[in-house]
């Protein structure tokens, strides 16, 4: 199996340090990049109606700028070992769809990522690559 690129999909949290580690691991052994994805949802994709008083315009960009910061950041852990090292910023509705999506934008060979509810196995399911579930 060759694995030139390895997604990893990041909620900017505690759980994503330890895939973003593993995912390192694995890049050093293979020689592969590392692309740290994450989705950013909006409630307003459900159907849901935004109060008013929220500019949902200025939500997006603040989400998305605080993501960036948060990516980039996180770019650190894998340039730290020497490994090439990028970031993805998907919008989508559904966070299964959105981890998807990436691994097809990003031409991933494998997605490593912890169990997150139903999540996972759905990415499983509707991967266009392998997935590594991390217990």
Known sequence: ????K???????????DRE????????????????????????????VNMPEWLDSDKLRKHTTEF?????ARATDVCTA????VDSLIVHNKDIDDGIVDAAKKAGADLIIMTKHGRTAGHV???SPCDVLVLK
């Open 1 to 4: 199996m060759e694995v030139l």
């Open 6 to 16: 390895i997604l990893v999909p990041s909620g900017l949290d505690k759980d994503s």
């Open 20 to 47: 973003l580690q593993r995912a390192a691991e694995y890049g050093a052994v293979f020689g592969a990049e590392i692309i740290i994805a994450h989705v950013i949802h909006y409630l307003d994709h459900f159907g």
């Open 67 to 71: 993501a960036e910061g948060e990516l």
């Open 81 to 84: 070992r020497g490994l090439k």
């Open 124 to 126: 499983v399911g509707k």
